[in-house]
């Protein structure tokens, strides 16, 4: 079927509408990939230098031009960048910066494939012959163009834009085939379990209501009832009811997702060889890379050779595959030779359900809130952990300057840099000597301090470095050391916040030793930044067993304020669990050494009165330490074990593989560590955990700045900044204890804090408190 002959005035509306950059991406991307890094102009870049093609052309050139035509079912649409009507031709602008040899050559086949598309689309509507094209490229630091041109017949295009559609729609049949198997499975499925657990059931009822309402929710429901499967059947049994066309299973840790595909893989089993349901676990580059220290590019990495032109066949063999976990993922690039990573990256526009990092849709760059936009998805969110949010959102949302990365950098700058290195350089100085910090660590000059602005000329320097070394890049980009590189990252991430920088955030500047400050921009209130990724889903669950109270969560998240809070109740008794405080011990710092001999004797009473294995949390390593010395020299019998600092993977593993059952000793790690949460030690690997800390964040310059914010912003400083985050830690270390209905096992609160009336009434419902 011709172009032409496709779009009668009576042929029915099109299944398929798709934009010509989609089209083109699609289909006419070809070689290598390649992602060395080179400097791009910025969106406001592109935007002015669109202008300045324009303005350079004259009075009859025509920006922006709409374009439209139809190959059978599809609809093919998009506006061409300018038309000069009396030279006949059509342009495409794109922008760029330096050597245009660099450039790789799939961009280009993409560059040249739209301007056809927009060609051909142009000869359809005007009814023309022929058409002159052009490529122009134009550098936004010299402003120099380069251009490429070509007059092609109508004819010529009218079969490239059939050859397009005709790959696009053979894809978009099968899409909407799969689409209907997909939706006929959801619709049918049932709970792969005779029956609910205590509570499972009213969690999958209230997310089942936020996908049908289009609003979210915050669910906090206990350890042991079963939340992902009890988020995932729900939303999937919405999906083909509410037109829902992706689910995302967000994670804070890599377990989580394992957690996810297996309940995926439970829904699913019985479904049929049919790849009904598309499932797709996003793993990080470093994890998924299997050429670990070689560039992306064809000229180093196998796998980027002709990436290009492997893609449409792995695509194809991975959608065929259904299940595509990071194994099943690896399976398939490995049959097809190509990077498993990007892949991953690519088909993440096609699978059904997502499963992931939390930063796939809240990061500033976010992959899968990116797709969401440019595909005008409605998407489900699942984001477990979700507890862990607000501090993962923060450090999204935050950027650091380090001194050192400059002074390493300025030891081997190239000549076109010294000059702007040294001007940055002088505004660090400017800025430290202004904020009285001691470059030497001098005795009574703060080590830290909050700015009340942003350093203006500090901004301007680093704002021209930036440019500086971008143009430099563009040309030298093979002589570009790693320093060079890491310190242009750090200061595009932190010129980037700045722009955006309000009340949500702050300056401040740190001494970390002689001649190295640490200039930062901290995010307090990620719910400026989160709020609209809320609102581009159609609807989210928020869930976990410590998200109490509801509005801590909801202010700091940036929440719709329509989101609705369900508690579920606990199936565990208040028998399982015997909760004592001691009230006559204080953790605070000043009285810490006198706490440590009553700790010690509480955690070997407890230990003799029932042997068998404990957790033990401090607020430090020091605390930790001093507490495990003690307890050694008083009660040497009792086995015990101990978390360091930085521990790597290997001896992680090693401190939990100690928790066997039946067992006996006390491990002691520090409260909000890798052993705080996270973890699961059913039965008798544990019986019992001691928490000598109220898990405060420490009383120190950031924290009050913090809390003045929060008071001011929501009016509740101290609840947001001290008692709220510290109270979630100590619910969920207590929490690796009772971990199933036939568990039982003791928590030991150790500080007079714990027996306040406001404590006591945020701590879970169904403990019964001495």
């Known amino acids: 079927m011709s172009a032409e002959s496709a779009s009668p005035a009576t042929e029915k509306a099109p299944r398929y509408r798709v934009a010509v950059r989609t089209l083109c991406d699609f289909t006419a991307r070809q070689g ?12 406001q870049e592109g935007i002015a230098g669109h202008a300045r093609i324009a303005a350079r052309r004259g009075e009859g050139y025509v920006t922006e031009l709409p374009l439209s035509g139809r190959y059978g079912g599809v609809q093919v649409s998009g506006r061409a960048d300018g038309y000069d009507a009396a030279a006949n031709c059509l342009e495409e602008i794109k922008t760029h910066r330096g050597n245009l040899e660099r450039m790789a050559d799939n961009q280009r086949a993409l560059h040249w494939a739209q301007v056809k598309v927009y060609g051909a689309l142009f000869c359809m509507e005007r009814g023309v012959s022929d ?92 350890t042991g009832i079963g939340k992902t499967l009890g988020t995932l059947f729900p ?30 893989a439970t829904l699913t089993a019985g479904s049929g060889r049919e790849p009904s349901l598309r499932v797709l676990e996003l793993v990080a580059r470093d994890k ?11 000229e180093a990495c196998p796998l980027a050779r002709g990436f290009y032109d492997r893609l449409p066949a792995a695509r194809q063999a991975a959608v065929e595959r259904g299940w595509l976990d990071r194994e099943a993922l690896r399976e398939v690039a490995r049959e097809q030779h190509v990077c498993p990573y990007y892949l991953g990256q690519e088909l993440a526009r096609w699978c059904d359900v997502v499963v992931g990092d939390v930063n796939h849709w809240f990061d500033a760059n976010a992959l899968l809130h990116g797709l969401a936009n440019a595909n005008a998805w409605r998407v489900g969110l699942l984001v477990d952990e979700a507890h862990n949010l607000v501090e ?29 290195l040294a001007r940055l350089a002088r505004q660090w100085q400017e800025v430290v000597k202004d904020a009285g910090l001691g470059e030497a660590g001098a005795p009574g000059r703060p080590a830290y301090r909050i700015l009340e602005a942003l350093p203006g000329g500090m901004l301007a320097a680093l704002q021209g470095l930036v440019s500086a070394i971008t143009d430099y890049l563009a040309e030298h980009a093979e002589g570009a050391s790693q320093a060079l590189q890491t310190l242009l990252f750090e200061a595009l991430a932190f010129t980037r916040l700045a722009e955006s920088f309000a009340d949500h955030s ?48 909801r202010d700091l998240l940036g929440l719709p304020a329509d989101t609705v809070w369900r508690d579920v109740d606990s199936p565990f008794a208040a028998a399982q669990l015997e909760v004592r405080i001691r009230a006559d011990i204080s953790t605070r710092l000043r009285d810490r050494h006198a706490s440590l001999e009553p700790i010690c004797t509480e955690m070997a009473s407890q230990y003799v009165r029932r042997p068998g294995n404990y957790l033990a949390f401090f607020s430090s390593f020091a605390y ?24 790597p993977e290997a001896e992680r593993d090693a401190f939990l593989s100690r928790f066997v059952p039946g067992g006996e000793g006390i491990g002691f790690a520090v409260l909000g560590g890798a052993f705080a949460e996270g973890i699961d030690l059913p039965g008798t690997r544990l019986i019992g955990a001691f928490i000598a800390t109220q898990g405060l964040p420490p009383f120190d310059s950031f924290n009050e700045a913090l809390k003045a914010r929060l008071q001011a912003r929501f009016g509740q400083g101290d609840d947001y900044a001290y008692r709220i985050p510290g109270l979630i830690k100590v619910v969920q270390a207590a929490g690796r204890v009772i971990r199933g209905p036939e568990d039982s096992g003791v928590v030991v609160l150790m500080d007079d804090r714990f027996a306040r009336r406001e404590v006591r009434t945020r701590l879970p419902a169904w403990w019964q408190l001495d």
């Open 32 to 43: 290598d990939l390649d992602h060395r890094f080179t400097p791009a102009p910025t969106a």
């Open 131 to 222: 058409i002159r094209l052009a490529l122009v490229y134009l550098d936004v630091a010299s402003g120099r163009e380069t251009r490429f041109e070509q007059r092609l017949a109508a004819t010529t295009l009218a079969v490239f834009f059939d050859d397009q559609c005709h790959r696009f729609l053979a894809w978009a049949e099968s899409e909407a085939r799969h689409r209907e198997q997909r939706d006929r499975l959801l619709a049918g499925l049932a709970f792969p379990h005779a029956s609910f657990r205590p509570g499972q059931r009213e969690l999958a009822e209230s997310t089942f209501k936020a996908m049908a309402t289009g609003r979210c929710l915050l669910a906090q429901a206990p």
């Open 235 to 264: 939303l999937l049994a919405a999906m083909p009811r509410h037109g829902i066309d992706r689910a995302m299973f967000l994670t804070m840790k890599t377990p989580g997702r394992r957690l996810a595909l297996d309940a995926l």
């Open 288 to 298: 998924a890379c299997e050429f670990p220290g070689t560039a992306c590019h064809g």
């Open 392 to 420: 993962r959102a923060r450090g999204m949302y935050s950027a650091e300057l380090d001194q050192r990365q400059l002074a390493l950098v300025r030891r081997s700058a190239p000549a076109a840099l010294k000059r702007p």
């Open 506 to 553: 702050l300056c401040d500047l740190k001494r970390e030793g002689r001649g190295r400050a640490v200039l930062g921009l901290r995010n307090l209130v990620p719910a400026d930044f989160l709020a609209p990724r809320f609102q581009r889903a159609h609807g989210g669950v928020l869930f976990s067993a410590t998200l109490a109270p509801g509005h801590y969560h």
């Open 624 to 647: 930790l330490e001093d507490a495990l010395a003690q307890l050694r020299e008083r009660y040497p019998a009792i086995p015990v074990w101990h978390q360091r600092r930085g521990m």
